[in-house]
């Protein structure tokens, strides 16, 4: 093997060479089990060597933008949780601070740190799917039943609260559904506890092997510049060392405190931008989500009790205007574009989903790449097919 | 009419173990290595701890049609799992479990399963052509080019045995077996079992068959009986080549009472070997073919060809 302009070239064990070869049309999807969903590439390839790449999506279109335009605020959010079925509570997060701030409406202190708290959590459940399930695209059955066993234990705290496993629903204009139970700030505390006792178990098994780092390293690198052009962004963004954050960035929830010097947040970076950064960066904002976790709960701790939410009016208008709110997802950017002509319903609701900007850049990655590094690289992408065809 | 009796007996001796040995070792995976990831594996088929899951599965897998893909090339398609299954059935009659269990004794055994077990290839590569499904094409590919150069480590680990035991039988090679060759075959042993585990197309070394790139490689348009077949084949060829490591590097029946037990000893130094098989599906995930190359070729073979050369001075010398 050697390596020739980040070619790889398979020339050991190759005793005629430079046999005549043919281009093959090959379909990757929309049902096949390297894209966990109906995620279509179609690509041309050279023997295993790729040639190029295009990205098919809309198998799961689902007009989440045009239903938005018929719902009232609150049903939207029943939608708005569903694109990204691993990050519900913070994309119904992006829709509610939203419309709060078109109300210029004040949520109670309570419910903004419980909101970050659940935020924090539902990042660390979305991460820990994708270090799960990418050591299984890569052939090692055994890290996503570790993940797993975390993702139960949190779940059962997420449940607990909201009543929701996936689609949570806890969030409402103005505040949450409603408090939080009786003790069940010490079991999340011991969840988390549990979790981050556990992680390094999950991560002995991902993190260190030279096969998975032979997969990964140097695999589907992503330029800062393909980043900047095709508006990628969350952990795939940051491993390639662009070092953006909105949590930091455009602080929105408690994330302004959290973040501050003295803080417990921090944005996890990389700067080698192939397969096994955005793998670190993932595992390492684990710890970070824990550790942010830690702190909304100690502050939870000492908030005097009070409503988690705002009375609202029988139906809820929006003032006319119109404003783009971003929340930094598991995934990266979720934003909504909100148009309202002062009716119960939006004018136009626009999203702006990660993981439809993240596969784009699949067609410039891909090409050059084996059909193995393909899959490497698919699932180093981090995303979830309902966030790409919305 | 003796002889007909004692060669069918014979037969029928390799059949039952070949349909049983499989099965125990398929078992062992599902529990095993549900064990590792924290699952407790098939619980209730037969009733003590779902022992009759396989047994479920074959009944099932007869079951289920016997669909042959119109593009097919039909003759080839149909008869590629049977050309992948009895070479693996013929290897097992030529291995010996003890000086007296054994099927056929041949004067060059070792030669005999090495050469016949390298046929399984051909079924993989003749499904995969067959099969008119651009996956299953890659996947032959994939393992003709796998399987081609594990050969050579493996038979150049297998001659330094050879060599060392002044023997072509996998009986003479037992019987000339010292503890010494734990330590001055142990380059060649671990040489034989990653050999082993590429021809086996077990992770790390599943390429031929990734799911999660080419769907099932070679066997993708394969379904009820003779998907079995693959299957049962994989899991022959586990034990196969794990009882020829007992045989090969760690003496076979040599143990307590190996006069009355011997078999029984191989059998378990056999099952180790295809406990650990089964392991390194659960810890590793899966190299890519080029590196997979890249070890064979750079790697075990240079490895394999040092110890025939240490094997050979020490035959020299100790003569």
């Known amino acids: 093997m050697t390596t020739t302009e980040g070619r790889r070239e398979l020339t050991v064990g190759m005793g005629a060479g430079g046999l005549a070869t043919a281009d093959m049309v090959l379909n990757i999807g929309p049902q096949h089990p390297a894209t966990h969903g109906v995620l279509r590439l179609r690509i ?58 078109m109300l210029g409406m004040e949520v109670p202190e309570r419910a903004v740190w419980a909101r970050t708290l659940l935020a924090e959590l539902n990042r660390v459940l979305n991460h820990l799917m994708f270090l799960g399930s990418y050591p299984l695209e890569l052939g090692a059955i055994t890290p996503i039943f570790y993940a797993f066993r975390e993702r139960e234990e949190l779940q059962a705290v997420m449940e607990e609260a909201s009543g929701g496993r996936m689609h949570y629903m806890f969030n409402r204009v103005g505040g949450l ?36 780092e032979a997969r990964t390293r140097g695999v589907g690198i992503v330029t800062p510049e393909t980043i900047a052009a095709y508006g990628v962004s969350g952990p795939i963004a940051r491993a390639a060392g662009v070092d953006m954050d909105l949590r930091r960035d455009e602080p929105y929830l408690a994330y302004g405190e959290l973040f501050a010097d003295s803080g417990p947040g921090r944005v996890v970076t990389r700067t080698a931008g192939d397969c096994l950064a955005r793998l670190e960066v993932l595992l390492e904002q684990v710890h970070v989500s824990l550790d942010l976790a830690e702190a909304c709960l100690d502050r939870l701790r000492t908030l005097p009790q009070g ?84 | 009419m003796n002889d007909a009796v004692e060669v069918t007996l014979r037969a029928v001796g390799v059949l039952a173990a070949f349909l049983v040995l499989p099965l125990l070792v398929g078992q062992t995976e599902h529990k095993v ?36 893909p119109a593009a097919a090339d039909q003759r080839v398609f149909r008869f590629a799992p049977a050309v992948a299954l009895v070479p693996y059935l013929v290897a097992m009659a030529a291995i010996p479990l003890s000086p007296d269990v054994v099927a056929a004794d041949l004067p060059a055994s070792a030669v005999f399963v090495l050469a016949v077990t390298a046929v399984g290839i051909l079924g993989t590569l003749m499904a995969g052509w067959a099969s008119a499904n651009k996956y299953s094409l890659l996947g032959a590919m994939r393992a003709a080019a796998q399987l081609l150069s594990y050969e050579l480590p493996m038979v150049l680990a297998v001659a330094s045995i050879c060599l060392a035991a002044g023997s072509l039988s996998l009986s003479g090679i037992v019987a000339a077996w010292s503890p010494w060759w734990l330590v001055l075959q142990l380059p060649g042993a ?64 040599h143990g307590l009472a190996s006069d009355q037990l011997g ?48 094997t050979g001075v020490w035959v020299v010398v100790a003569a």
């Not at chain 1, 609202?312 to 309202?340: H, Q, R």
């Open chain 1, 44 to 101: 041309v390839v050279d023997g295993e060597r790729i040639v190029s790449a295009e990205p098919i999506v809309g198998y799961m279109h689902r007009g989440a933008e045009k239903l938005f335009e018929v719902r009232d605020y609150r049903q939207i959010i029943v939608l708005a949780n569903r694109h990204d079925w691993l990050s519900a509570f913070s994309s119904e997060l992006g829709v509610v601070l939203g419309v709060e701030r």
């Open chain 1, 177 to 212: 559904k409603e408090d939080l139970p009786a003790g069940w700030l010490d079991r999340v505390a011991y969840a988390v506890q549990a979790v981050r006792g556990r992680l390094p178990d999950l991560e002995a098994l991902i993190v260190g092997n030279e096969i998975l």
């Open chain 1, 307 to 390: 409503p988690v939410n705002v009375k609202l009016p029988k139906v809820l208008k929006v003032p006319e205007g119109d404003l783009y709110t971003a929340t930094e997802n598991p995934l990266g950017f979720n934003g909504y574009y909100l148009v309202s002509r002062g009716e119960k319903t939006p004018w136009r609701l626009k999203l702006r989903s990660a993981s439809f900007n993240n596969v784009a850049v699949l067609a410039e990655v891909l090409p050059g790449n084996l059909i193995a590094d393909m899959v490497a690289i698919l699932g180093s992408m981090f995303f979830v097919v309902g966030d790409v065809d919305k």
């Open chain 2, 33 to 68: 290595m549900a064990h590792m990831q924290g699952r407790l594996g098939p619980m209730y088929a037969g009733g003590f701890h779902g022992w009759a899951q396989l047994v479920a599965d074959g009944v099932k897998f007869v079951q289920k049609e016997d669909i042959t």
């Open chain 2, 190 to 253: 671990i040489v034989f079992l990653v050999s082993a585990v590429a021809e086996l197309q077990r992770p790390p070394f599943d390429m031929p068959v990734a799911d999660s790139e080419i769907v099932f490689g070679a066997y993708t348009e394969y379904t009820g009986l003779r998907f079995a077949f693959f299957l049962l084949s994989e899991y022959a060829g586990i034990v196969v080549m794990s009882l020829l490591f007992a045989v090969l590097y760690l003496g076979g029946w």
């Open chain 2, 263 to 310: 078999w029984l000893w191989t059998l378990l130094k056999g099952f180790c070997i295809a406990v650990v098989v089964i392991w390194l599906r659960v810890a590793w995930p899966r190299l890519r073919e080029d590196q997979l190359q890249r070890l064979a070729w750079l790697v075990l073979v240079p490895l394999a060809l040092a110890q025939l050369a240490l």
